[in-house]
């Protein structure tokens, strides 16, 4: 969903067959709850599979059968988000994090889904609020994602603040390391942008977007050995791409 992640894990502290923190299992359970959670975890899997319609129809059944169920609130969101239903998504993602403030996914999810509007300091706020909570278990991934949407504004300072705070996190997300490069070579540090350029490399597989800025690069730099090696990686991969053909026309 574009550049940013959308977490469709569930917490397993949602879910009324996890432990507490006393190390002991809830002695009560909603009517229905056990049905709900299951309803849940069939509609997350149908949604992982790309089957929407079957997963709207077990997320549904799992709200009926406990509206409070935050997580099941969480994946129809995303679900909603997927079928462009935007409304519905975000009254899905209100009802999660209203009724559980320390639901990290949630509050990182709909801070994606927010900036993904265009709704900046609102989608901050809930990457903020995602990271508030000192047993969330992706810290990097709220900070990659509210670096991501602070390029967008553009706030390039911003920026990267939580692109490095994330890559300190974990140095391999790739699209922490890829905006880094970006904004390295929008800043003329054409070496900087290297680093970031090699370090994505090294850490994931090659996009079409991410062979372009590696170019453009490496053009800034003269090495045309280089460029020329990222040209044919990008048309041999990607050679029906937009980046394809922008190489190929010359432009960059």
């Known amino acids: 969903m574009n550049k940013f992640y959308v977490l469709i894990l569930i917490a397993c502290f949602w ?3 996890c432990q507490n923190s006393a190390g002991t299992k809830s002695s009560y359970v909603k009517p229905n709850q056990k049905a709900a959670e299951l309803n849940m975890r069939l509609g997350l899997n149908y949604l992982q599979r790309g ?6 129809e077990k997320l549904d059944k799992a709200l009926q059968q406990d509206p409070s169920l935050t997580s099941a609130h969480n994946t129809i969101a995303i679900l909603y988000q997927h079928l462009g239903e935007l409304d519905k998504a975000e009254k899905h993602y209100k009802q999660a994090v209203n009724r559980a403030p320390k639901y990290s996914e949630a509050q990182n999810n709909y801070g994606a889904f927010l900036c993904q509007q265009g709704r900046y300091q609102e989608a901050e706020k809930r990457f903020l609020a ?3 909570n000192p047993l969330y278990r992706n810290p990097a991934q709220a900070y990659e994602n509210a670096g991501l949407c602070a390029s ?4 390039v300072a911003l920026a990267e603040q ?3 705070r994330a890559l300190q996190l974990d140095s391999k997300l790739e699209k922490a390391l ?3 490069a970006e904004i390295r070579y929008e800043q003329s540090d054409y070496f900087g942008s290297r680093a970031f350029i ?3 490399r090294d ?3 090659w996009t079409p977007e991410a062979l372009l800025v590696a170019i453009k690069t490496e053009n800034k730099l003269e090495d045309q050995d280089a460029v020329a090696s990222y040209s044919v990686l990008l048309r041999g991969q990607f050679p029906d791409s937009e980046q394809a053909k922008q190489v190929r026309d010359g432009f960059y």
């Open 51 to 56: 089957d929407y319609n079957v997963a709207l």
């Open 162 to 164: 939580y692109l490095s």
């Open 178 to 180: 890829l905006a880094m």
């Open 15 to 17: 879910l009324s067959g």
């Open 130 to 132: 995602a990271l508030d």
């Open 152 to 155: 967008r504004i553009p706030n």
């Open 203 to 205: 850490a994931t597989a």
């Open 198 to 200: 090699e370090r994505y």
